[in-house]
Nanobody
Framework: QVQLVESGGGLVQFGGSLILSCAASGNIFRLDAMGWYRQTPGKQRELVATITRGGSTNYADFVKGRFTISRDNAKNTVYLQMNSLKPEDTAVYYC???????????WGQGTQVTVSS
């Protein structure tokens, strides 16, 4: 099993920035696509951004131009640079990693991001 450890969440003011990190450890055979998702109480978990092993990215419309996903394969780490944060960005952010060969996805524990008005 792959363990995903997230860091970087916290409280920021409207318009501020945060960088989330997610480091994979454990029985890492291969990390394929990785991504960030978020969830607010009472709502379904929603995709924020994904990135393939080769660096191809995809973003939800509500974060385009504000968030940037990146990865360092040597460090088995994926990042989410969040700029121009809004109160509606407040959520628990989860990291996900896929392994296509094993047909398995692993999720992080989630980290709280709170944006004050």
């Amino acid at each position: 099993q792959v363990q995903l450890v997230e860091s970087g969440g916290g409280l920021v003011q409207f318009g501020g920035s945060l960088i989330l990190s997610c480091a994979a450890s454990g029985n890492i055979f291969r990390l394929d696509a990785m991504g960030w998702y978020r969830q607010t109480p009472g709502k379904q978990r929603e995709l924020v951004a994904t990135i393939t092993r080769g660096g191809s990215t995809n973003y939800a419309d509500f974060v385009k131009g504000r968030f940037t996903i990146s990865r360092d394969n040597a460090k088995n780490t994926v990042y989410l640079q969040m700029n121009s944060l809004k109160p509606e960005d407040t959520a628990v952010y989860y990291c996900k990693a896929d392994n296509y060969a094993l047909r398995y996805s692993n999720w992080g524990q989630g980290t709280q991001v709170t944006v004050s008005s």
